[in-house]
């Protein structure tokens, strides 16, 4: 019995260490500095995840990673120490005792960072997991940064709306859910899944996701095949918002799919200055329809 009970202890520590999450139609990892593939060039990732209903790994948290010259910063906000979780989880289940919603990714994302580690190629320069340390001496440039890097990818992807046939934009949307009143037949509503994906010239996969029907977007992500990742699974390798709920990030991407889906304002407004006047098109019914010539 005891074989088993350490089987099963190794079991869920390799489960909550490998910080694999896998649902229908999505796979990633949180960020691990430690497995990121190189460090020998500039760029940014940032990860916000809020996923409660799951457990396999740290489910409202987020992380901002920077690499620049061949040093790495990583910044956290709702970080959880993975050893941490795993031996209070191990405590309660001995104890028996009660967790709400059986969640033991008890640190969530409250806007002050709490994580800070900076490395130099491989090496530890800075490592801090004081909230107040970490949101006091960074907080302000973590939240800015964050926001920038944010924006900059949403106005990239609606840039790509406006070339739609050259980013290869394309929109999926299936029912999920029909009521109907029962007082009046024909007083249906339905609520429909929806998503759009686009490609930009330097091979970056956009992604943007309604998966209620809410009319709000609340998955956005980023992700170009260039080898650089932080394991095996580890799904978008430079933004994923994954079921956001924060109001000042849903000022960012909340309409994304709705603009996808119908058009932006400026999309509208280019569609009119460009629509064909009258008589050219009255002319091209002439030229593409010749008359029959026939010989008196």
Same mark, same amino acid.
């Given at each position: !019995? =005891?074989?088993?009970?350490?089987?099963?202890?190794?079991?869920?520590?390799?489960?909550?260490?490998?910080?694999?999450?896998?649902?229908?139609?999505?796979?990633? =990892?949180?960020?691990? %500095?430690?497995?990121?593939?190189?460090?020998?060039?500039?760029?940014?990732?940032?990860?916000?995840?809020? $996923?409660?209903?799951?457990?396999? #790994?740290?489910?409202?948290?987020?992380?901002?990673?920077?690499?620049? /010259?061949?040093?790495?910063?990583?910044?956290?906000? *709702?970080? /959880?120490? %993975?050893?941490?979780?795993?031996?209070?989880?191990?405590?309660?289940?001995?104890?028996?005792?009660?967790?709400?919603?059986?969640?033991?990714?008890?640190?969530?994302?409250? *806007?002050?960072?709490?994580?800070? $580690?900076?490395?130099?190629?491989?090496?530890?320069?800075?490592?801090?997991?004081?909230?107040?340390?970490?949101?006091?001496?960074?907080?302000?440039?973590?939240?800015?940064?964050?926001?920038?890097?944010?924006?900059?990818?949403?106005?990239?992807?609606?840039?790509?709306?406006?070339?739609?046939?050259?980013?290869?934009?394309?929109?999926?949307?299936?029912?999920?859910?029909?009521?109907?009143?029962?007082?009046?037949?024909?007083?249906?509503?339905?609520?429909?899944?929806?998503?759009?994906?686009?490609?930009?010239?330097?091979?970056?996969?956009?992604? #943007?996701?309604?998966?209620?029907?809410?009319?709000?977007?609340?998955?956005? !992500?980023?992700?170009?095949?260039?080898?650089?990742?932080?394991?095996?699974?580890?799904?978008?390798?430079?933004?994923?918002?994954?079921?956001?709920?924060?109001?000042?990030?849903?000022?960012?991407? *909340?309409?994304? %799919?709705?603009?996808?889906?119908? *058009?932006?304002?400026?999309?509208? $407004?280019?569609?009119?200055?460009?629509?064909?006047?009258?008589?050219?098109?009255? =002319?091209?019914?002439?030229?593409?329809?010749?008359?029959?010539?026939?010989?008196?």
């Amino acid at each position: !019995m =005891r074989k088993y009970r350490y089987a099963a202890a190794v079991l869920l520590l390799i489960i909550f260490s490998s910080g694999i999450l896998i649902s229908k139609d999505k796979e990633y =990892r949180t960020i691990d %500095v430690d497995s990121i593939t190189r460090y020998n060039e500039d760029r940014i990732a940032f990860q916000r995840i809020e $996923r409660l209903d799951q457990q396999t #790994c740290d489910n409202s948290v987020e992380i901002l990673l920077i690499i620049k /010259d061949n040093k790495t910063y990583f910044i956290a906000d *709702g970080y /959880d120490i %993975v050893s941490d979780v795993y031996t209070k989880k191990l405590v309660m289940d001995a104890e028996n005792k009660y967790i709400e919603h059986n969640d033991f990714w008890l640190n969530k994302i409250n *806007g002050k960072p709490d994580y800070i $580690r900076t490395i130099y190629r491989r090496s530890d320069l800075l490592k801090n997991t004081n909230e107040e340390f970490v949101s006091s001496n960074f907080g302000q440039f973590y939240t800015s940064v964050k926001n920038q890097f944010i924006k900059t990818h949403v106005e990239k992807f609606r840039n790509l709306m406006k070339n739609r046939g050259e980013a290869k934009f394309s929109v999926t949307k299936r029912q999920i859910s029909m009521t109907i009143n029962p007082d009046d037949p024909n007083d249906i509503k339905q609520r429909f899944f929806t998503s759009a994906t686009a490609k930009s010239g330097d091979e970056i996969i956009y992604y #943007c996701e309604d998966a209620d029907g809410d009319g709000i977007t609340e998955t956005f !992500m980023a992700s170009r095949d260039d080898g650089f990742d932080w394991g095996v699974g580890s799904g978008p390798n430079i933004l994923l918002i994954y079921g956001n709920t924060d109001k000042e990030i849903e000022t960012l991407i *909340g309409k994304l %799919v709705n603009e996808s889906v119908n *058009g932006t304002v400026e999309e509208e $407004r280019k569609t009119f200055q460009n629509f064909p006047k009258e008589e050219e098109i009255q =002319r091209m019914i002439e030229e593409i329809t010749p008359m029959d010539r026939f010989f008196e």
